[in-house]
């Protein structure tokens, strides 16, 4: 089982301030999806990385993979309220059969008025 | 469109009583996938079928665990007997063919043994 470690774990921060949190690994990935998850529901896809150095938007939202396909970031730009939840990453390898997804632990966002 | 429904929302059950969890995924999707998520080990992959054939089963926790897919629509998680280590929230997802990692989940079930 490749592993995913996310950092930080926890984040309180006031609306209108930028962030970044990390996903990083020992093992390649395939492909690298970041999912965001709010209480009481279930993981909702924002992104799949495939390609080393990439790089994606999503309104405020940027996610890069790293170019050794190892590592990747999220970064938001003036977080909203909205923002908050449970942010995961999960990637596919090469040496895994097929599309089983391993999860990081992920890193839970407070976004504050 | 409907997404991933899955039922009971919610279930409390005694220890060593059956559970079974059901899951309809979208409609034309081609993967189907179970997880468990807790606080201790987060989401974890239990099994995952294709055209309604199991691929992976190798996050199945023991015997107690059985997962079928009778047709395109419909897949059942089975938990005989329940434990209390088996107090968690399972999610089902599917996804469609040739993006079998990207996944869209159910809301999921909320399982308490007790």
């Known amino acids: 089982t490749q592993l995913l470690e996310q950092s930080p774990q926890f984040l309180s921060i006031q609306e209108g301030e930028n962030l970044t949190v990390y996903c990083n690994s020992s093992s390649v990935f395939s492909s690298l999806q970041w999912y965001r998850q709010e209480p009481g529901e279930g993981p909702v896809l924002l992104v799949t990385?495939?390609?080393?150095?990439e790089v994606k938007k999503l309104k405020r939202l940027t996610f890069q993979f790293g170019d050794a396909r190892k590592d990747s970031s999220l970064h938001i730009t003036a977080a909203q309220p909205g923002d908050t939840g449970l942010y995961l990453c999960?990637?596919?390898?090469?040496?895994?059969?097929?599309?089983?997804?391993?999860f990081g632990k992920g890193t839970s966002l407070l976004v504050t008025p | 469109d409907a997404g991933v429904i899955q039922s009971p929302r919610h279930e409390v059950t005694e220890m060593g009583q059956e559970v079974t969890l059901r899951c309809k995924p979208i409609?034309?999707?081609?993967?189907l996938f179970w997880y468990r998520q807790t606080m201790m080990r987060g989401l974890e992959l239990l099994i995952y079928?294709?055209?309604?054939?199991?691929?992976?089963d190798s996050g199945m926790p023991e015997d107690r665990f059985s997962a079928k897919m009778p047709n395109a629509s419909f897949s059942t998680l089975k938990i005989q007997p329940s434990e209390p280590r088996d107090s968690a929230v399972y999610f089902c997802?599917?996804?469609?063919?040739?993006?079998?990692?990207?996944?869209?989940f159910g809301p999921g079930t909320r399982l308490t043994v007790t």
């Open positions: 990385v495939v390609t080393g150095g």
């Open positions: 999960a990637g596919t390898s090469n040496s895994n059969s097929g599309y089983a997804l391993n």
């Open positions: 079928f294709n055209n309604n054939v199991p691929i992976d």
């Open positions: 409609s034309g999707h081609d993967y």
């Open positions: 997802a599917s996804s469609p063919l040739g993006r079998g990692y990207e996944q869209y």
